[in-house]
């Protein structure tokens, strides 16, 4: 199993009821029913606020790499990373559970 984790830090002036932002969470959202190599899915906004917090996290579960790479190649998770590239960036962990 793999354990897959996103972090997203919003861009300098842009916060979480900006419409991009309001729409990018909407899209990761709904990505845990659309994409069915996902075995666990959870994704929401950070409630800390501390400068080295980051703002919208995603946690979520797949059997092993293939099915990895199958999520991250699927369309509507290629769609809902397009849309945060606009107003975030990111960092990732991949760890084997």
Same mark, same amino acid.
């Given at each position: 199993? +793999? #354990?897959?984790?996103?972090?997203?830090? &919003? =861009?300098?002036?842009?916060?979480?009821?900006?419409? #991009?932002?309001?729409?990018?969470?909407?899209?990761?959202?709904? &990505?845990?029913?659309?994409?069915?190599? &996902?075995?666990?899915?959870?994704?929401?906004? =950070?409630?800390?606020?501390?400068? +080295?917090? /980051?703002? /919208?996290? +995603? =946690? $979520?579960?797949? $059997?092993?790499?293939?099915? &990895?790479?199958?999520?991250?190649?699927?369309?509507?998770?290629?769609?809902?990373?397009?849309?945060?590239?606009?107003?975030?960036?990111?960092? +990732?962990?991949?760890?084997?559970?």
């Amino acid at each position: 199993m +793999i #354990r897959h984790l996103v972090l997203f830090k &919003l =861009n300098e002036g842009v916060t979480k009821d900006d419409e #991009r932002a309001v729409a990018g969470a909407k899209a990761f959202e709904e &990505l845990g029913a659309q994409i069915a190599e &996902l075995r666990e899915w959870e994704c929401g906004w =950070n409630t800390t606020v501390r400068d +080295i917090a /980051y703002d /919208y996290a +995603i =946690n $979520s579960l797949v $059997s092993d790499r293939d099915t &990895l790479a199958a999520y991250l190649g699927h369309p509507a998770h290629q769609a809902a990373a397009a849309q945060w590239r606009e107003f975030a960036t990111w960092v +990732i962990a991949d760890v084997e559970v």
